[in-house]
């Protein structure tokens, strides 16, 4: 297992901030991860677990130990018409889906084109288009930092929330995910009434879509919508969709009746986040080297030499300015370093 010193993490976040690790690891295989934490680097430094790096922004050096995940591995066993499917923590997200659409195992088409990696899907509970990682989620095999045991989290166990799990709280920083299990099917129950889906399909005469239909609709609405990381900087959805309450929401359409919201349990209500934002005058703006896409309001991006200080403080005029005009506050979805 080698360490390296003083590395450049701008490869490795899709925001493209130029910031470096004091150290830096690789893990290709469980037992890498039972080498790494034997180490005087893993017991005594800060430690950050790093998938895609698609959900985070470096505001400065990371003076510890960055964990880069990368085991790979797709396998999968049927009985009758589930599908139990199981995926390394290094494997590219969207690579996954296409695996899923290319052998007819349905539940993942709505998740096409999320950037990152499958061991972070459960920490962040990743969703689009009216599914979530829960509702294909089975159960997570785990390293306990603390110990060095391997452990399985069943879905009870990951306490799922919007854009939430046990990982992003009382857990936090204790386990590293090695390998997600999944339960799909080989029979689609399709969900295409989120977002411009049926509107899509239905523009291109689909009258009895396959899951492999919604998946392209899907891709075509994100690429729209979003930027390639490759092409300009950014992490997605900078901010979470805010889910308020019947009341409030109730006090909110009063002044704005045109508010794009979802309708979601226990007498809530879900904001567009990029509505608010883009009503506050932010989309297609530039502020100093960061600032807003041009189709996607909710998106931040960086045009080159932003530094991750510069994205942080525009984010923090943007809350600002949809708390002064709809009294809603928004939640940055993003992991902040």
Known sequence: MLIKQEISLKPYNTFGIDVKAKYFAEIKNEQDLEELFMSREAKEEKLLILGGGSNMLFTQDFKGLVVKMAIEGISYALNGNVVELIAGAGVVWNDLVMFCVTNNFAGLENLTLIPGTVGASPIQNIGAYGVELKDAFKQCRVFEIATGRFLTFSYEDCKFGYRDSVFKNEYKGKYIVTSV???LSTEAHLKTHYGAINAELEAQQITKPTIADVSKVVAKIRVSKLPDPTTIGNAGS??????????QFNQLIVNFPDVVHFDVPDDQVKIAAGWLIEQCGFKGITDGHTGTWKNQALVLVN????????VYNFSEKIITEVYTKFGVCLEREVNVF
């Open 181 to 183: 299990t999944f339960n």
């Open 238 to 247: 900078f901010f979470k969709n805010p889910v308020i309450s019947k009341t």
């Open 303 to 310: 045009h080159g030499n932003a530094t991750g200080q510069e």
